[in-house]
Nanobody
């Protein structure tokens, strides 16, 4: 069971990035997938989750409207579209495998670093 987050990089404030969370060795179909982030010196923060059927999405309140989560089960991948990025969005972003209803998470993938800076 392996999850791999990718798509991070350096972006200017106001810019956009799309992160991907790809699974290898198993199918994501039955799992909720969550995105989390951890900024330097701060605790890990939940960002978003999408349930196993893709019909329900959840966001931490202060990111609603700027971030959007989606999944393509045919590609075995979950995406996090991040728009209007701010310097405070700088963090390592991780995806995690969870229950289908996004109530708990177990396996964590390697993170991808997002740096928002001019």
């Amino acid at each position: 069971v392996q999850l791999q987050a990718s798509g991070g990089g350096l972006v200017q404030p106001g810019g956009s990035l799309r992160l991907s969370c790809a699974a290898s060795g198993f199918t994501l179909d039955y799992y909720g997938i969550g995105w989390f982030r951890q900024a330097p010196g701060k605790e890990r923060e939940a960002v978003s989750c999408i349930n196993n059927m893709g019909g329900s999405t959840y966001y931490v309140d202060h990111l609603k409207g700027r971030f959007s989560i989606s999944r393509d089960n045919a590609k075995n991948t979950v995406f996090l579209q991040m728009n209007s990025l701010k310097p405070e969005d700088t963090a390592v972003y991780y995806c995690a495998l969870g229950r289908g209803d996004c109530t708990s998470f177990g396996s964590w993938g390697q993170g991808t670093l997002v740096t928002v800076s001019s």
